[in-house]
């Protein structure tokens, strides 16, 4: 792109950010901190879901100081909701580097941005350019899409040429002395104009040099690489309850829902009934046998990367000499105590069916 081209596009983009920007809370200053805990919110997450999140996270943790004293279970009832709950593990672990190694203050280089759990290439340089004015490029979902579509890229994401050329197709368009507001530009642009579906191309302040709007490409870009088929997965969770309490187990720290409070169980393997694979689960999770009682609802949610149906009995120990082998922790739990241990959706929904 010559020259002036490129400053054509900049200055189209930034005068239409200049005046549709929108009134985000984690806009309101420069505060690194609440500039970090939003764009690791934002993170596969819309920015309508995040704002009543963000709002409760900072009325819980105005400070990064009050992130790096808090408890693990804390901050994750802080989090729950959300989801892809390693973020608020990767959070809790970087505030207290930050506080131990940085003076309670977030570094305010690339590298060491990146050193921190959770940050990484495309978080460093949405914090580094809107906190800091670094001159850092940025390569969400909605950059990429923008690009995408006014370059006509045809190669589909996530392959190796086709994130070398946005790279190189970022770092040239960059204005100097002004990432931070440019780059929030092209992800305001792909969240409110570009979309996915049905872009505004008739309001777009790129239109007109746009290859894909000229070309009619539009709903045809980005191209992406075929998706296989989303697994349903059958699973079961036991509800022990025994002198008015019932029994919570906690995930390790690592993989999914780390740290999360649930009712134990498992996934429905080949040629199992429910019962027999709760029997099963249970025994390999808490080395005793179980009683399977009546059916307490089934509950769906859809992941990522699969899908679960939950299917959860009342259920009662046979043996007292419980033994964890999967969880690190576990508790008996009164019923108007399961909102102080945080939880998955499911389980949520299941200790929500026991309190009402």
């Given at each position: 792109?010559?020259?002036?081209?490129k400053?054509?596009?900049q200055?189209?983009?930034?005068t239409?950010?200049?005046?549709?920007a929108?009134?985000?809370?984690?806009?309101?200053?420069?505060?690194?901190?609440r500039?970090?805990?939003?764009e690791?919110?934002?993170?596969?997450?819309?920015v309508?879901?995040?704002?009543?999140?963000?709002?409760?996270?900072?009325?819980?943790?105005?400070?990064?100081?009050?992130?790096?004293?808090?408890r693990e279970?804390?901050?994750?009832?802080?989090w729950?909701?959300?989801g892809?709950?390693?973020?608020?593990?990767n959070l809790?672990?970087?505030?207290?580097?930050i506080?131990?190694?940085?003076?309670?203050?977030l570094?305010?280089?690339?590298?060491?941005?990146?050193?921190?759990p959770?940050?990484?290439?495309?978080?460093?340089?949405?914090i580094?350019?809107i906190a800091f004015?670094i001159?850092?490029?940025?390569?969400d979902?909605n950059?990429r899409?923008?690009?995408?579509?006014?370059?006509?890229?045809?190669?589909?994401?996530q392959?190796?040429?086709?994130?070398?050329?946005l790279?190189?197709?970022a770092?040239?368009?960059?204005?100097?002395?002004?990432?931070?507001?440019?780059n929030?530009?092209?992800?305001?642009l792909?969240?409110?104009?570009c979309?996915?579906?049905?872009?505004d191309c008739n309001?777009?302040?790129?239109?007109?040099?746009c290859l894909?709007?000229k070309?009619?490409?539009?709903?045809?870009?980005?191209?992406r690489?075929?998706?296989?088929?989303i697994?349903?997965?059958?699973?079961?969770?036991?509800?022990?309850?025994?002198?008015?309490?019932?029994?919570?187990?906690?995930?390790?720290?690592?993989?999914l829902?780390?740290g999360?409070?649930?009712?134990?169980?498992g996934?429905?393997?080949?040629?199992?009934?429910l019962?027999e694979?709760?029997?099963?689960?249970?025994?390999?999770?808490?080395?005793?046998?179980?009683?399977?009682?009546?059916?307490?609802g089934?509950?769906?949610?859809?992941?990522?990367?699969?899908?679960?149906?939950?299917?959860?009995?009342?259920c009662?120990?046979e043996s007292?000499?419980?033994?964890l082998?999967?969880h690190?922790e576990?508790?008996?739990?009164?019923?108007?105590s399961?909102?102080?241990?945080?939880?998955?959706?499911?389980d949520?929904?299941?200790s929500?069916k026991l309190q009402?």
């Open positions: 792109m010559n020259k002036n081209l400053s054509k596009f200055n189209r983009l930034l239409w950010y200049g005046k549709n929108r009134d985000l809370p984690w806009r309101k200053n420069k505060d690194p901190y500039i970090w805990v939003s690791i919110m934002l993170q596969q997450t819309r309508k879901t995040v704002i009543p999140y963000y709002s409760r996270w900072m009325t819980f943790f105005p400070t990064l100081d009050s992130v790096a004293v808090a279970d804390q901050v994750l009832s802080a729950e909701g959300l892809y709950y390693s973020r608020a593990r809790h672990c970087a505030s207290k580097i506080a131990e190694e940085y003076q309670g203050k570094p305010q280089d690339l590298i060491s941005l990146q050193s921190l959770g940050v990484g290439l495309y978080t460093a340089g949405a580094g350019s004015g001159d850092a490029p940025v390569l979902g950059v899409r923008v690009y995408t579509r006014y370059f006509n890229i045809s190669t589909p994401l392959t190796s040429i086709t994130d070398r050329t790279s190189q197709i770092r040239g368009l960059l204005p100097p002395g002004r990432a931070g507001e440019f929030q530009a092209l992800m305001e792909g969240a409110l104009i979309q996915p579906k049905r872009p309001i777009c302040p790129l239109a007109d040099g894909a709007n070309l009619n490409l539009q709903e045809s870009l980005p191209v690489k075929k998706k296989s088929p697994p349903h997965l059958q699973v079961t969770a036991a509800v022990l309850q025994e002198n008015g309490k019932f029994f919570l187990a906690k995930r390790p720290p690592d993989g829902l780390g999360m409070w649930e009712y134990p169980g996934k429905q393997e080949n040629d199992e009934t019962e694979t709760l029997k099963r689960e249970i025994l390999e999770e808490l080395s005793v046998p179980i009683t399977v009682g009546e059916p307490l089934t509950f769906y949610h859809a992941y990522t990367h699969y899908k679960v149906t939950l299917h959860a009995f009342h009662s120990l007292r000499e419980l033994q082998t999967f690190t576990s508790d008996w739990v009164s019923p108007d399961l909102s102080n241990y945080p939880m998955g959706k499911l949520r929904l299941i929500l009402s």
